[in-house]
């Protein structure tokens, strides 16, 4: 089951603008991880945060994690129409028994206009 | 990074045929795969787990006899979904671990998806 919510389901923007997406959960994590999706394709991997960091960076994107309120955010600066996608976040739970096995949120779908 | 391949990209078939699916992993061995399953518009549902030289790992609600999964080795997965019905149309990915880290990482590495269309 999907226990991943991030909202907002749909966001718009022009070049330029930074763009925020949130995602909540219910249970015990060990990492939250963010992914791309270009409509069609496969997931790409963007960022992991582990359950004991706070925040993380890697070039245009900034993640968030709060582990009290079970959320976490993904910023993502000076967007560019390519960044239009849909982002997923997913959950691997604290103690689980499959390696690797991921929860996805249901997703943000981007888009960036020119 | 890593690298997984899907094949076929796209298939359409007839209600009632079967359509195999494969996921290569490239570049690295996995012993463990997962499939999943995404409607449009709609996230990333697991349908299984997929463990290099023993049975898979089925989520609920699943028909195992359904999707039929094969690790045979550690660099192939294959699902085939068996006597196809039109609501089996869906994008189906699959996806790897790779690496020793991978267990502590645990990120994943997707194929680019395969659609089916059953007619």
């Known amino acids: 089951s999907q226990q991943g919510e991030e909202d907002p389901q749909a966001l718009s923007i022009q070049e330029g603008e930074n763009a925020t997406m949130n995602c909540s959960y219910k249970?015990?994590?060990?990492?939250l991880q963010w992914y791309r999706q270009n409509s069609g394709r496969g997931l790409v991997h963007l960022i992991l945060?582990?359950?004991?960091?706070r925040e993380k960076h890697s070039g245009r994107l900034r993640v968030t994690l709060d582990t009290s309120k079970k959320s976490s955010s993904l910023l993502i600066t000076a967007s560019r129409a390519a960044d239009t996608a849909s982002y997923f976040c997913?959950?691997?739970?604290?103690?689980?028994?499959?390696?690797?096995?991921?929860?996805f949120g249901q997703g943000t779908i981007l888009t960036v206009h020119p | 990074g890593a690298v997984v391949s899907q094949h076929p990209s796209w298939v359409i078939c007839k209600s009632g045929t079967s359509v195999k699916i494969e996921c290569r992993s490239l570049?690295?061995?996995?012993?463990?795969m997962f499939w999943y399953r995404q409607f449009p518009k709609q996230s990333l549902m697991l349908m299984a787990t997929?463990?290099?030289?023993?049975?898979?790992?089925?989520e609920q609600g699943v028909e195992k006899d359904k999707f039929l999964i094969n690790h045979a080795s550690l660099t192939l997965s294959t699902l085939t979904v068996t006597s196809a019905h039109p609501e089996d149309s869906s994008f189906y990915i699959c996806?790897?671990?790779?690496?020793?880290?991978?267990?502590?990482?645990?990120?994943?590495?997707f194929g680019e998806g395969s659609r089916l269309t059953v007619l």
């Open positions: 997913a959950t691997r739970n604290a103690g689980g028994t499959s390696y690797g096995k991921l929860t």
């Open positions: 249970t015990s994590i060990n990492n």
């Open positions: 945060i582990r359950s004991n960091e």
């Open positions: 570049d690295f061995q996995a012993t463990t």
């Open positions: 997929s463990n290099e030289g023993s049975k898979a790992t089925y």
């Open positions: 996806s790897a671990g790779a690496g020793q880290t991978a267990p502590n990482t645990g990120e994943l590495f």
